[in-house]
């Protein structure tokens, strides 16, 4: 399905229980059309986040600058470990809490 937003049309459509939103960059509705099928089909060949890629790259590499600085302003290691069987030991205090509250 294609639809507009402001000046230009948009695709929505799902493939494979995959739902892809994706700008089509025209004002021209036959043109959209032209693009939606192509881009359906290629979709449809297992191509369908390539267009995706170097955005989710650009997402990740942000976030990690943005962890990096807010680590080394609260003075931290960025790559702080947690010692081993922690977490286990985090969990188990948990139950207990939650037991003893019912």
Same mark, same amino acid.
């Given at each position: 399905m294609i639809y507009?937003?402001?000046k230009h049309w948009h695709l929505e459509v799902t493939v494979n229980d995959i739902r892809y939103r994706e700008a089509l960059a025209t004002s021209d509705r036959r043109?959209?059309?032209a693009l939606e099928k192509k881009r *359906?089909?290629?979709?449809q060949q297992g191509r369908g986040f390539e267009k995706r890629k170097g955005i989710r790259a650009q997402t990740l590499q942000g976030i990690g600058q943005a962890v990096s600085r807010r680590a080394e302003a609260a003075r931290c290691p960025a790559n702080f470990?947690?010692?081993e069987g922690a977490l286990?030991? *985090?969990g188990e205090i948990l139950r207990r809490e939650a037991a003893d509250s019912v």
């Open positions: 507009k937003r402001g043109e959209a059309l *359906i089909g290629e979709i470990s947690v010692p286990e030991a *985090i």
